[in-house]
């Protein structure tokens, strides 16, 4: 478990740290606006920018999603089952098509950065196009740290097969509807005392 804990921090610090990249996007799309309508004069990065930044934070954002088990999913049967049941189910899909796809991303994505980094690969997007290939290594460096938070689920699966229950996770933010459904069993179970 500690080991699990500890990918689950590491996916996390890097997730938070990704997340500044929305600052940076919002001021680069703010100048961007201004300078293209106030001083009728475009930047020639902003569009390599936007596509850099977001993609920085989509590949970096996906372990600290899966870290949080806040992937998107038809979830409507998986949550009545019992949670051995949720955990053979997550262990089958893991292996069958987790693993395969998120391998084969790294593998063509180290492929992808190796050429990009040997011909020195700018952008051909702006006449003075960013270099390329620091980018474009993000892309084998998300699929390593995807790898590795796939394994720890594999390690909670386990677990939770074991024990009937599934191990706790770090909590650093909760999603919308949890938190509106908590308040509300809060608020029906207060007013089911009162009535008492």
Not at 25 to 41: G, H, Q, W
Not at 108 to 113: D, P, Q
Not at 119 to 134: A, M
């Amino acid at each position: 478990m500690r080991w699990i804990l500890a990918v689950d921090r590491v996916n996390t610090a890097i997730g938070k740290l990704a997340g500044w990249t929305i600052l940076i996007l919002t001021l680069a799309i703010c100048y961007e606006v201004f300078a293209r309508y106030a001083l009728r004069s475009p930047t020639e990065w902003a569009f390599d920018a936007s596509y850099i930044l977001y993609g920085t934070l989509f590949m970096l954002a996906g372990p600290y999603t899966l870290a949080r088990n806040a992937h998107v999913r038809g979830d409507f049967l998986y949550r009545a089952w019992a949670p051995r049941t949720q955990a053979w189910l997550d262990l089958v899909l893991f292996f069958l098509f987790f693993f395969p796809g998120i391998i084969a991303l790294a593998w063509a994505g180290y492929n992808f950065a190796a050429f990009s980094w040997a011909i020195r690969e700018h952008s051909s997007n702006s006449p003075n196009g960013p270099p390329l290939y620091h980018f474009k290594s993000l892309i084998p460096i998300a699929g390593v740290l995807m790898t590795v938070q796939g394994i720890a689920e594999v390690g909670r699966c386990i677990i939770c097969l074991r024990t009937g229950q599934w191990p706790p996770r770090l909590h650093d933010v909760e999603e919308t509807e949890k938190v509106i459904l908590d308040h509300a069993a809060e608020l029906s179970g207060s007013s089911q005392q009162k009535a008492i």
